[in-house]
Structures are given as C-alpha cells and as structure tokens.
C-alpha cells in the first residue's frame, strides 16, 4: 500500500481520504450537532433512525460521534429518514455555523 500526499488528499489504494485542517474540524463539528438536534427533534432514538435507515445502531452513534464520516447521499439519507430535506438541513446548518463565527 502505497500513500501519496496530493493537495490535503491521501491516496491509499482507491481511496480518498480529506485531511481535515482546523476550519472544516469545527463546520463538521456543527454539522454533527445539526445532525444530532434533528434526531432529537424528530423524537427518535439512535435505534430508531438505524431501524428508518435499514442500519445498525453503531453506524449512527459513529456517525453522531465524529468517529465515522458520512458523504453527500449519506446525509440526504439521514435527512429523509428524520422527516427534514437535505436543503433544510444546509439552510440549519448556514444558520448555525453564522451564529458561530460570531
């Protein structure tokens, strides 16, 4: 297995990895807590936006832990499952990361 550090990316194999810097730390970090007030909101526990889902109940809690990260379709996924759209969800997140840089 070979690394090539390219542009804040890291090949390994077929895989992209993204090198987080401190900026996009804390935008995913208020993602997360959108992510988690939007369960919350929805009134369900971990178990049950993984049974909406079809997933297991650790992919959620990884997910809302930082310990996994999610793409795109993922998110629009969650969303879904949690009654809300992706737009919703990037209009919340704009909101809240705004009334962080303050």
């Not at 895989?15 to 959108?34: C, N, P, R, S």
């Not at 526990?45 to 379709?73: C, H, P, T, Y």
Request: glycine fraction near 8%; hydrophobic fraction near 40%; aromatic fraction near 12%.
């Amino acid at each position: 297995m070979c690394l090539y550090p390219i542009l804040g990316y890291t090949i390994i194999g077929y895989y992209f990895h993204f090198m987080l810097k401190g900026l996009h730390k804390e935008q995913y970090k208020v993602m997360l807590e959108q992510l988690f007030r939007l369960r919350i909101g929805a009134g369900l526990r971990q178990v049950d936006l993984a049974e909406k889902m079809n997933v297991l109940q650790s992919f959620i809690s990884k997910v809302e832990s930082g310990e996994r990260r999610i793409d795109l379709i993922e998110l629009k996924g969650f969303c879904e499952a949690m009654g809300s759209t992706l737009q919703e969800f990037i209009n919340e997140f704009e909101k809240a990361w705004n009334e962080t840089k303050q």
